[in-house]
């Protein structure tokens, strides 16, 4: 049999940094371990050998007996070490020195760049999703039961962006401040159900 060692470490590291990407790069969020796979365009049998792998690395763990997997604090670590240095090989994934590109919404890529700039226009459809994440939010806001001060932070954000997406030429780098600020804040909201949800959301967004 023909086994291609480096496309199995491949699959993993994606399936590992998909799985950051859905929880937010929280260990409080769960995934289903297929749901995962699908977004990738593996198999579930393949999905099923890669999470199993990846839990017996400690890097991802089980959460319930439906096939709830989530990310764990040593998983979060080789995943962001892996991006912050895409030309080195992790302890478990070679180096990360390609570029895959997914369901990218109002991202940029720049590589090699010297002094360069970029400007970034919203699509309809990105607006309306926008639009769509600001509603829900604003409508679930009270339920995550935030103190006085930080829901008036969320709330500064949300009026932010709701600005912004108004405008005939939002500002990308202002709505993506507010975003990651949602973030910070919805992560804060320990065992939220709804705020794992949101998260998952905004990452996205971000995108």
């Not at 030309?87 to 570029?99: K, M, Q």
């Not at 720049?110 to 002094?115: F, K, L, S």
């Not at 806001?141 to 969320?154: F, G, H, I, R």
């Amino acid at each position: 049999m023909d086994i291609n060692i480096q496309e199995i470490r491949r699959k993993r590291f994606q399936y590992l940094q998909k799985l950051y990407e859905l929880s937010g790069g929280t260990e409080l969020a769960s995934i289903n371990f297929q749901q995962i796979g699908d977004e990738l365009g593996f198999s579930h049998p393949e999905a099923d050998n890669i999470s199993e792998f990846l839990v017996g690395e400690r890097l991802v763990a089980y959460v319930s007996l439906g096939g709830e997997i989530g990310i764990t604090h040593q998983g979060i670590i080789e995943v962001e070490a892996a991006l912050s240095k895409p030309d080195e090989p992790t302890t478990y994934f070679p180096p990360v020195n390609y570029i895959h590109v997914e369901q990218m919404i109002s991202s940029q890529i720049q590589q090699g760049t010297n002094q360069s700039s970029q400007v970034l226009t919203y699509s309809a459809n990105d607006i309306e999703a926008m639009t769509k994440f600001v509603d829900n939010l604003k409508g679930q806001l009270l339920e995550l039961k935030l103190d006085a001060e930080t829901q008036s932070e969320a709330q500064s954000d949300i009026e932010t962006i709701e600005i912004q997406i108004k405008s005939h030429r939002p500002k990308h780098t202002i709505i993506k401040e507010c975003l990651l600020s949602l973030r910070r804040i919805l992560e804060g909201a320990a065992g939220s159900a709804i705020s794992a949800l949101l998260v998952q959301q905004i990452v996205a967004l971000l995108k």
